[in-house]
């Protein structure tokens, strides 16, 4: 089992930023591909982005409405993952989730077995 517990949502105005914190426990962490996705009111859950890690080495993907804008990063030493969310916009409001995945690559919600709570995220125009 892992346990995921996401942290750092809130209201913000358009054009300013925020950083996500999901921190993990249970099973290694460093063996799972850890995602964030998002949900926004009416909308299917889709994804934002993910990173992997193999050895020394990481590798990110994201969904093309974010790239260029939010980062995401690990930290093994610490067990949590981060996504650091610059220039938001109103149509990044959702519901922000943390999500583990034993597979080394995959952007589809099937694909991760744990999930977090969820973190509110409001950007307002």
């Known amino acids: 089992q892992v346990q995921l517990v996401e942290s750092g949502g809130g209201l913000v105005q358009a054009g300013g930023s925020l950083r996500l914190s999901c921190a993990a426990s249970g099973r290694t962490f460093n063996n799972y591909r850890m995602g964030w996705f998002r949900q926004a009111p009416g909308k299917e859950r889709e994804f934002v982005a993910a990173?992997?890690?193999?050895?020394?080495?990481?590798?990110?993907d994201y969904a093309e409405s974010v790239k260029g804008r939010f980062t995401i990063s690990r930290d093994n030493a610490k067990n949590t993952v981060y996504l650091q969310m610059n220039s938001l916009k109103p149509e990044d409001t959702a519901v922000y989730y943390c999500?583990?995945?034993?597979?080394?690559?995959?952007?589809?919600?099937?694909?991760?077995?744990?999930w977090g709570q969820g973190t509110q995220v409001t950007v307002s125009s």
């Open positions: 990173i992997s890690w193999s050895w020394t080495v990481s590798s990110t």
């Open positions: 999500a583990a995945s034993p597979l080394r690559d995959g952007v589809k919600s099937a694909t991760y077995n744990y």
